[in-house]
């Protein structure tokens, strides 16, 4: 299977680094109580790093407005996911706890502020790609069981002409969604060169480590950026 990134969202943000990671043999379960202490030690850490007035612009979350700016996206009106699940913890509400995998996703996300979703892979059936809508393309929003067309010239993250995420970093679909059955994941993490690289590099070392440890899988990692924007995988 491959994953691309269409050379445009490049030209807009030079600086931008995908890292995939593929997830193979998971073994899921129910949140534990030592999974909810992880979880809830990120939410604490957010909140004492940063406040509610100053998230628009903390460089942490701004770079992320920028880069949804410069391919044509409001990021207030379609907030990017890091953004919002910070929001709402910052406010003192805490994440709804979903299962392990979710829940621990979730955790190096906060930790890291860094765009991090989970793909299970036994719904993807076409190659997976980064890049504007065309006609044809439609949505399954979350709970939902009819699908929902998309106009042309929206960027998206889809596999063939079904979108998993929609304005590019702001609402996963139902398709995709990672439960207790998930065996097989699609891991894509969104981080900038520069300054914000190691964030990505060391969000990647904790997934990594999650993936062998806690759920007794295996992986393969990619990396995709301007120079070399596409990648094949096998699971």
Sequence with gaps: MKYTVDPWIFECNPNIIFAIVIGKGLKNSETSESDTLKLEAAEHLLRERV????IKTHPDFLVYREALTNVGINPNKFMNSVEAMG????????LPRI???????NKLSLENVISLGGHDLADIEDDLMVRKTIEGDEFLPFGSELFEQVPPGE???????????????????????MTLETKAVFFQLVGFKGEHLHKIQGTVKALEHLIEDRFEGAYETFYVDANHNEIEFDY
């Excluded at 929001?87 to 805490?94: A, L, Q």
């Design 87 to 94: 929001k709402r913890v910052i406010k003192g509400d805490r």
């Design 155 to 177: 960027v998206v993250f889809t596999s063939g002409s079904k979108i998993q995420t929609r304005q590019w970093l702001w609402r996963q679909s139902e398709l995709g969604k």
């Design 51 to 54: 406040s509610m007035d100053v």
């Design 99 to 105: 299962n392990a995998l979710v829940d621990l996703c």
